[in-house]
């Protein structure tokens, strides 16, 4: 087994198992390793329970460590996906919502983990790094009235027609 130079490591508390499956099953590129276990009992659990979870999120190489409640997950951190249809932006979107997250703004959402995400269409990226600076400035209003990214309104703000 070669070893990424680099793997973010995801503090969950008790439930990365949990996490890295849904992960896996609602992206693609994205699959869960080795779920490895405590050989022994140790203070605060016992043999058996699962410490750490190797996992990839879109081909992104992830640990899921089960530490505790210590350090729960803020908006200081998040997984940016960029799509490229509305199909695309719901299906994901919808998951992570649907299955215990929170709906924020700008395109922004959390899991059931506390994990932020950024569900990000392509052309809101485009739009902001529009070179016409009317364009990013419509985009970034019509962004700014939403939770989930809606493809038809910032392709609308961006031609003027919104």
């Not at 490591?9 to 869960?32: I, R």
């Not at 899921?64 to 998040?78: T, Y």
């Not at 649907?98 to 995400?117: I, P, Q, T, V, Y």
């Not at 985009?139 to 009235?145: E, L, P």
């Amino acid at each position: 087994m070669t070893v990424p130079p680099l793997t973010l490591c995801l503090w969950y508390d008790g439930d990365a198992e949990e996490a890295a499956n849904f992960y896996a099953a609602t992206f693609p590129d994205s699959e869960v390793g080795s779920v490895n276990r405590a050989p022994t009992d140790f203070p605060g659990g016992s043999a058996g329970t699962v410490l750490t979870v190797e996992f990839t999120v879109l081909g992104t190489p992830c640990m899921g460590l089960n530490g505790g409640p210590q350090f729960p997950h803020s908006e200081a951190f998040s997984f940016q996906v960029a799509t490229d249809s509305q199909e695309q932006t719901d299906r994901y979107w919808n998951a992570i919502v649907g299955n215990g997250g929170a709906e924020s703004a700008c395109g922004w959402c959390k899991d059931k983990w506390g994990l932020s995400w950024q569900i990000t269409p392509r052309v809101l990226t485009e739009g902001m790094a529009h070179s016409d600076p009317d364009v990013r400035a419509r985009v970034f209003s019509a962004m700014m009235t939403m939770h989930k990214i809606d493809h038809a309104a910032i392709e609308a703000a961006a031609r003027g027609d919104a």
